[in-house]
């Protein structure tokens, strides 16, 4: 076998057996096969694509080039989940702790936010002494006593998919589907759960633009996962708005808390509710509206917050600030962006305002870039909403004085007006089991 065949093979449009795959992806990982060779590889399938077959193979071989998690300790209770990024996504924030609480293990590797997309692992930060970074022993044990861990991804989980999305960033092969689902369930299999909720977000905001391409992602991760043993779910999500009111780190984990406390209704809420009920079906068989009217229970009656206030403390964190969420740390300087007009919010540029959360120190453009808890941006209006000039549409948050003026300008920008109410977007789209 050799890389020279690998590639005449899928230059062609044949199907790789899953020994090539793996020599591949072996190979690749050990720097045995040079980037030019990779690079030629990703660029067939990229133009030939991958089948069903093919793609679980290269999932499961970059799932086990490196570290895997075993959480067999749990038996079919552990769970996960994944959204393919947004802006004002802080769903792991509640959903977490509603599935915790009602007796899932819910074990979760998260990353920074990079771009227009906010990191779970920032938001946490904005809670004093809050630990992101646990040891192996320590975070198996905290699912098994609280029911639940967050961490910052760690040890040397899927090596092979961070060094093949790194040649696929330069190489123009990031838009394939194939390599888009694999790149993500190959860490989901990696980290070890057994039931995998996938939150694939559509829209202005969202890496997949149009509602067929988010299908087509969502089946390809589902049928991955369940090809790999794994029971998998996704649910197609709107982007086209940010999710919930508040875009930034300490402004979302405090909307975050509002919801579990009952002070906050809405898209978030909704959205939280529907990943927190198919993660709960997976988990234990529950039918849909058990599951969903169990969900609510604990929201109501204060059970999912006391689960998120235990998960903060037990990892160092100030549980004060879920007592009272209102200590969230602001930034100084505030700015009340106001209506150029009459008329309706018809449409929102959403990554054009994750820009803006990034420009007030937000979020990150590099990698090395320090984050600003205390940015953010409060939204005052969203997509449908009347408004009357001079009304308020959102409140900036910033250490930055100087960005105001460009942000507040960036941010009108990012929205169109009409005098007819626009039609709304459905909030969920699809769910596929």
């Known amino acids: 076998m050799t890389m020279y065949d690998i590639l005449t093979k899928k230059k062609h449009g044949e199907e790789l057996r ?60 552990s769970a996960d989940k994944h959204s393919t990024g947004g802006v004002g996504d802080k769903t792991s924030l509640i959903v977490a702790p509603i599935v915790a609480a009602l ?94 909720v ?36 996704a649910l197609i999500t709107d982007m086209n708005a940010p999710l919930g009111a508040a875009v930034g780190n300490a402004v979302e984990l405090q909307e975050a808390v509002g919801v579990l406390r009952g002070e906050v209704q809405g898209d978030l809420r909704d959205v939280c509710v529907a990943l927190a009920t198919q993660m709960l079906i997976l988990i234990f068989g529950w039918e849909e509206t058990e599951a969903e009217a169990r969900v609510n229970a604990v929201l109501q009656d204060g059970t999912a917050l006391a689960k998120m206030r235990e998960w903060v ?18 930034s100084a300087h505030t700015f009340t962006v106001l209506s150029p007009t009459d008329g309706y919010i018809a449409a929102m540029d959403t990554e054009a305002i994750g820009r803006v959360a990034v420009l007030l120190g937000a979020g990150r453009e590099n990698k090395e870039d320090t984050i600003d808890h205390g940015a953010g941006i409060l939204l005052c209006k969203k997509s449908g909403d009347a408004v009357r000039k001079g009304d308020p549409l959102c409140v900036l948050y910033t250490e930055r004085e100087y960005v105001l003026p460009e942000a507040s300008s960036n941010y009108v920008k990012a929205l169109s007006f009409t005098f007819e109410r626009p039609a709304a977007h459905p909030l969920i789209y699809q769910t596929l089991r």
């Not at 060779?37 to 077959?53: D, F, K, R, V």
């Open 198 to 233: 996938l939150d694939v977000k559509v829209g202005s905001g969202a890496f997949m633009k149009t509602p067929e391409d988010a299908v087509k992602l969502a089946e390809e991760m589902v049928r991955i996962g369940n090809m790999c043993g794994r029971r998998t779910a």
């Open 103 to 196: 007796g899932g293990k819910v074990t979760k590797m998260s990353g920074r936010g990079l771009g227009h997309t906010g990191g779970t692992v920032d938001k946490l930060e904005s809670i004093p002494g809050f630990r992101t970074t646990l040891s192996p022993a320590e975070f198996l044990e905290q699912v098994e006593t609280v029911g639940m861990a967050v961490i910052g991804q760690s040890g040397d989980l899927a090596p092979a998919d961070k060094k093949l999305y790194a040649l696929r960033d330069v190489t123009a092969t990031v838009d394939s589907i194939p390599l888009i689902a694999s790149s993500i369930m190959s860490k989901k299999l990696a980290a070890g759960s057994q039931n995998i």
């Open 313 to 330: 403390v037990a990892q160092g964190g100030d549980g004060g600030y879920i007592d009272d969420p209102t200590r969230f740390h602001r």
């Open 18 to 77: 899953a020994e090539e795959i793996r020599f591949f992806v072996e190979g690749y990982t050990a720097e045995r096969i040079p980037d030019y060779q990779a690079s030629a590889l990703m660029m067939a399938i990229c133009l030939n694509g991958m089948t069903a077959e093919e793609t679980a193979a290269l999932t499961d071989a970059m799932a086990h080039s490196g570290d895997t998690v075993d959480l067999s300790r749990f038996g079919t209770l």
